[in-house]
């Protein structure tokens, strides 16, 4: 047999028995299964090869996370010494590790001024849970046990659990789970090419924060205990807010006493050239969640981050937090996160991200805008969002039934080149490795795929 044909047939056996044992994320299964799965067996740099050898450029960091890029034997050889040194143990029973000790003071060192306490956990999802325990024990404390309520905006994403995927506001996530839970509330985002037409960006944004002073008054200041929001909109489209936003935003919550929950799940830890997106915009939160670039994904783990306010009441309450998880503080994640954090430190690579890269691959994205099919592009740092549109001198928009972005997205795949598809907005985050070669070779690829997606669509390619 050869070669070719031994590659296809492992293919062919690990697409058999992921179709009987494995349900995926996101997925409707009985297509994927009757399609067949594809297997990643390798990855290095910013690239990804399959199991039938095919090269993928990955534009989308794994999901959002590798900051540092695959193949770092530093990141290896810091959890084989961790697994060596002490494999696991928790952080219960009044007990540490330097790990976790460590990790939790590198961390405070990183973050805007005033976070300094920190919660450890294991996904996005379960920070952003944390989080929002943590918000109404902390109003409790304060003998305010009636500031329940959590708002937040349409488009948002921030995870899975009953109580993440409530405070989501990507609605197709609710119906299948009976959710959202009560006590969640949603205001609109701000998505000024989608929404705020004819409208001053800085006007509109203005506008559409103040409706978060409307919902407070509506549902009444005593009752509403915290506003959650991205510094920019991730997985709900990659939206940026104008800046007049966040400082309208801040002084409506001081105004009403409502907590400011930030969620740097994506921003944080470089991607949009600063440590954090809050230094970005210029936010101070009373908590903030993290994960992702902790450890550029090389192991799971997520953490939260207090404020003087909270932390200061939560670490003197005087009675046990009940609340943790087997794998808070894991000694092997805290390692290589510890490990992740020193070499993003060591390339500079937040400045590489702010200075360097991030410019140029802002400048080569926006290249993208003389296509026929795009409508606005957007981005920041090593972010980038290209809205696919029927016609852009109209601003019409696709039919969403139409599914034109996965049908694009389709083609970045089998062309070699990993981009995201949310609604029909085309979005990318390569790893803060990315050379401006590569930056130059996604674009390259990017534009064909717009070519192919126009000629599926009988419409003029670019």
């Known amino acids: 047999m050869s070669s070719k044909a031994a590659t296809h047939n492992l293919t062919k056996h690990w697409q058999e028995i992921d179709a009987l044992h494995h349900i995926h994320p996101f997925t409707d299964t009985a297509a994927l299964n009757k399609k067949g799965v594809r297997v990643i067996v390798k990855a290095d740099g910013i690239n990804l090869w399959d199991s039938e050898g095919h090269k993928l450029i990955d534009g989308m960091s794994g999901l959002w996370c590798v900051n540092v890029g695959y193949g770092r034997t530093e990141l290896a050889e810091a959890a084989y010494e961790a697994m060596k040194t002490l494999p696991y143990y928790n952080s219960f029973f009044q007990t540490t590790n330097p790990y976790v000790t460590e990790l939790a003071a590198k961390i405070a060192s990183l973050l805007p001024a005033g976070l300094s306490r920190i919660v450890f956990a294991n996904s996005g999802s379960e920070a952003n849970d944390t989080a929002l325990k943590l918000i109404r024990y902390y109003w409790n404390l304060q003998g305010k046990p009636q500031k329940k309520i959590h708002i937040s905006r349409e488009y948002a994403y921030h995870g899975v659990t009953m109580a993440a995927a409530s405070l989501s506001g990507l609605t197709p996530m609710h119906p299948q789970f009976d959710l959202p839970l009560a006590g969640f509330e949603k205001v ?68 009403y006493d409502v907590l400011l929950h930030i969620d740097e799940v994506i921003t944080g830890f470089g991607r949009t050239g600063e440590w954090f997106g809050s230094q970005t915009f210029g936010i101070a939160p009373d908590v903030m969640t993290m994960a992702k670039g902790i450890s550029s994904g090389y192991q799971p783990i997520s953490a939260v981050a207090l404020g003087p306010r909270m932390g200061d009441a939560i670490a003197t309450s005087n009675e046990e937090l009940v609340h943790g998880f087997t794998w808070s503080g894991h000694p092997v994640a805290c390692a290589v996160s510890l490990k992740n954090l020193e070499i993003i430190e060591r390339e500079k690579l937040v400045d590489r991200v702010r200075d360097d890269i991030g410019p140029y691959f802002q400048a080569k994205i926006r290249e993208l805008q003389s296509h026929p099919l795009v409508g606005e592009v957007r981005g920041k740092g090593l972010l980038g969002a290209i809205e696919l549109v029927k016609d852009k001198t109209k601003r019409t928009f696709f039919d969403r039934d139409m599914d034109v972005g996965t049908q694009c997205r389709n083609h970045c795949f089998a062309n070699g080149l990993v981009m995201r598809a949310i609604r029909d907005t085309m979005v990318l985050a390569p790893p ?24 599926d669509l009988g419409l003029p390619t670019g």
Request: glycine share 8%; proline share 8%; hydrophobic share 35%.
């Open 188 to 255: 609109p985002t701000v998505y000024w090419y989608g929404l705020g037409e004819g409208k001053d960006p800085n006007a509109y944004g203005l506008e559409v924060a103040r409706k978060l002073e409307e919902k407070i008054l509506e549902l009444g200041p005593d009752r509403v205990a915290s506003f959650s929001a991205e510094p920019i909109h991730g997985a709900g489209g990659l939206m940026f807010p104008p800046d007049s936003y966040w400082p309208e935003i801040q002084r409506i919550c001081r105004k």
């Open 432 to 455: 803060m490795i990315v050379k401006r070669e590569e930056v130059d070779e996604i674009v390259r690829i990017a534009r064909r795929c717009f070519d192919l997606t126009a000629k």
